[in-house]
């Protein structure tokens, strides 16, 4: 393939998702980072709102590129 020349790594942790781009070597090209928020029910839990996570998914991969 021609397009093969890079590959993009998605990471969703607990507290930003991350963006990391890679070519062949691998050496890193671009790379992303977006916090997201977290809420706290009771002690003990944490939740995410997922359209947040989403938005800051999209915001770390348009960072990366």
């Given at each position: 393939m021609?397009?093969?020349?890079?590959?993009m790594?998605?990471?969703?942790?607990?507290?930003?998702?991350?963006?990391?781009?890679?070519?062949?070597?691998?050496s890193?090209?671009?790379?992303?980072?977006?916090?997201?928020?977290?809420?706290?029910?009771?002690?003990?839990?944490?939740?995410?709102?997922?359209?947040?996570?989403?938005?800051?998914?999209?915001?770390?991969?348009k960072?990366?590129?």
């Amino acid at each position: 393939m021609k397009n093969d020349r890079y590959i993009m790594a998605l990471d969703e942790g607990t507290t930003s998702a991350r963006a990391v781009i890679f070519d062949r070597e691998p050496s890193i090209v671009g790379s992303g980072q977006q916090e997201f928020s977290q809420i706290y029910p009771r002690p003990g839990w944490v939740e995410h709102d997922p359209e947040e996570v989403w938005a800051a998914q999209l915001t770390a991969i348009k960072n990366a590129l």
